[in-house]
């Protein structure tokens, strides 16, 4: 079997356990929204923002390579196209988390607007209507130019014309300037507005952290998974070690946006923007905001410092969880206090939706990647991105 004719085999214990997993997801979601709709539902939240996150991650990956001429990642290129194909899944994640609307917003009551002179003053951003067509034309945004570069990575296989890397040079240019501030203003509208008395202009930078973090550490567990079942001749232990590079730069990004939204809240210490904090710092949650910055920063930067590190497997995928584990935290955080007050819960309903969804993904993933070659075996940068080629510039 070469590179040009792979494709995946999802084994049946593999794809029961998937199966498994999303019924298991929809069962307490489905259960959630009779016995406990205000839990439920922002943990869909959470489940539905990590998705989305993931799909648009990929996508960032794909167009940075594009846009800087960045033949090392070439090879692995059907990993993130896999994973920004689950746009399309989110898309519909979207439009049922439009029904919870007015159990996660306060601004989408109107005898609450009404009686709250901040909100008034924001009626004109924060009013469902606007809100539903701000997401719709996200989605629309992201699907839409997500769809053309995959479109063009795909025919490239077929007719090998150097039109289509070009093409995707200029829509992955576009790609990364809209969906950076789409993203900002995503963040904003689905977490941010569940605090609407707080605002911060960093929080949107600190998302698209988060999110190309996960999503690294998402491609460094596809990347290992496949190796693990016969193709580590395509995806070798240079790949994944410049994925870990990159790791090692988005996790100490993170907590500098981290500490920067921190520290300047504190040093200003204005109320409308201290409540933020003063919910996140007190009770059982200051625990669970420590060990954020440990999971998402502490842990990754001293294991992805060392080269070996970076090209072990087992260790890769072990950090990759971690990170993997504390995005999952940091939404927590940023959803669940204006939920449960001054001490956080963990139960079902935090388990389901997040489960299932994971599940999901998975499983689309290796679907799309059933559907065409393992590498891109037209593209004019293959070559840059062989183990022969590659073995000669990785020495970080």
Known sequence: MTHSTASIKMPRSVKQLLFGCMIFGLAIFLLGLFIAPKRIWPNFLIAEYYLIGLGLGATFFIAIQYTSNGGW?????????????????????????????????????????????????????????FFIA??????????????????????QDDDADIKYT??????????????AYTVCLASFDLLMSLQPHWYSTIFGFLNIAGIFLSSLAMIAIL?????????????????????????????????????????????????????????????????????NVVLNWLIPFFVLMPRFCKRHDKTMLQVSIVILVGHWLD????????VYGAYPMFHIWEIGPIVGMLALFFWAVFQRLKKHNLTPVNDPYLVESLPQHMSKHVTM
């Open 73 to 129: 990642a070439t090879a692995i290129r059907r990993i993130p196209e896999a994973m920004s194909s689950t746009l399309t899944l989110a898309g519909v994640g979207i439009l049922i988390l439009f029904f919870g609307i007015h159990t996660l917003y306060e601004w989408s009551h109107e005898a609450v607007v009404a009686q709250d002179a901040i909100l008034l003053e924001k009626r004109v951003w924060l009013n469902e209507p």
């Open 134 to 155: 701000r997401l719709v034309g996200y989605f629309v945004i992201w699907i839409g130019l997500s769809k053309v570069i995959l479109k063009n990575s795909y025919q």
């Open 166 to 179: 070009r093409r995707n040079v200029r829509n992955s240019a576009i790609f990364i300037l809209i969906g």
């Open 223 to 291: 990347i290992i998974l496949l190796r693990k079942i016969g193709y580590e001749h395509i995806f070798t232990a240079d790949h994944l070690q410049t994925v870990g590079n990159m790791m090692l730069a988005f996790c100490v990004f993170w907590v500098y946006m981290w500490v920067s939204q921190h520290m300047l809240i504190w040093y200003s210490n204005l109320p409308e923007e201290t409540s933020y904090y003063i919910f996140r710092h007190f009770g059982g949650w200051g625990t669970l905001s420590l060990l």
């Open 331 to 338: 939404l927590y955080i940023m959803v669940m206090p204006t």
